[in-house]
């Protein structure tokens, strides 16, 4: 196995990326890709699943664009965790993001640890691991890349780009980018542009990696190490962003773990820490430490209304896509007000907008849940995206 191509699992074993189920690709081969930071990077392997069949006119493709810690396999059972994709409860027979009506292509974005290039991959100028030599990306990077991934798959125009997080992100970036290329987005729990309290978020997670020990300066690999403690801290308290207090409340409240009466010490006494410390053991078994700094520094970089002077109307000025805005009550993370934001830019401009702020107590993490009106207005939009394409259906 080439060195930079294994991801550690359970237990320490190494898992050959190549080896998992899905399709992988080389792109970039010819001329590198040039990056926002003024770097250039080719080839690009990209590692992706599809869902459902491509029509003959090939106009009922959807791109989904995973968040932070997500990756390629968003439905079915996860060949790491061996649970389910993250958002199998979307996708499928039937469900909102139809596998028998749509085309739907799911890439691990650039930077990520589940095949496509990133961090923790082959340096091909060196023949090791990347770590920090791996040069620093934006969103629109990792958008750059996914276009590269529709033209290889011969997609003249986009159904649709899907994303909830740092998925909206992308789907807003892909309307802005590349507007001909496709024609309705749905960008779910996002923003503009990322705050400054997300950016203080973020901070926290990336010293806690960094001040790991086993960290060795990014070179973990060469080392044969794992920041596995400071990426689980950093998960621990990123998870905490991605929930609600009600919801906290709701599942865990003050119960203690498995005892009747609190230690007077520092193990997990009560169900809620207990909670994070799974969440965080899980977390490092599945993702890359240095995938994590990067990807979180991608979105701090994230701002559509400073690319455009300033000016947030200036961003859709004359597009003709199609837009559907979610946003969840209890989101505080990405609030109804960032969400807001995007749709009057959109208004500004006289743009092609729908807007639902969906009631749940589920905090950010509610674009993964099953919540039945999410899913009606999910169904709706894309029904009324081919409805205004002038067709029954893509």
Known sequence: MASGTGLQGTGGGTIDRRTLPGEFVTLA??????????????P?????TTHGTLNTDKSNAILICHALTGDQFVCGTHPITKRPGWWDTTVGPGKPLDTDRYF??????????MGTTGPSETNPATGKPWGLDFPVITIGDMVN?????????????LFSVIGG????????????????????????????????????????????????????????????KRPHRGLAVARMGAHITYLSESALTRKFGRSL???????????????????????????????????????????????LVEEHGGVATDIFAGTNVRFGVISFTSDWMFPTAENREIVKALNGVGANVSFVEI???????????????????????????AELRGAAGP
């Open 257 to 303: 773990q498995g005892r009747d009466r609190v230690t007077y010490g520092f193990e997990a006494d009560f169900q809620v820490e207990s909670y994070l410390r799974h969440q965080g053991i899980t977390f490092v078994d599945r993702f890359d430490a240095n995938s994590y700094l990067y990807i979180t520094r991608a979105m701090d970089y994230f701002d």
């Open 44 to 48: 690009i392997n990209v590692a992706y």
């Open 145 to 157: 890349v996914q276009k590269l991934l529709v033209d290889h798959l011969g997609i003249g125009q």
């Open 165 to 224: 997080s740092m998925g909206g992100m992308q789907a807003l970036d892909w309307a802005v980018r590349f507007p001909e290329r496709v024609f309705s987005v749905m960008p779910i729990a996002s923003a503009l542009r990322t705050s400054a309290q997300n950016i203080a978020h973020h901070e926290v997670g990336r010293q806690a990696v960094m001040a790991d020990p086993d960290w060795c300066g990014g070179r973990y690999q060469e080392e044969g």
């Open 104 to 113: 739907l292509i799911c890439p691990n974005l650039l930077g990520g640890c």
């Open 29 to 42: 081969k010819e001329a590198p890709l040039d990056l926002d930071s003024g770097a250039r990077l080719g």
């Open 359 to 385: 009631e749940t107590d589920q905090g950010h993490d509610s674009f993964l849940m099953d919540i039945a009106d999410y899913h009606r207005v999910i169904r709706g939009f894309l029904e009324g995206a």
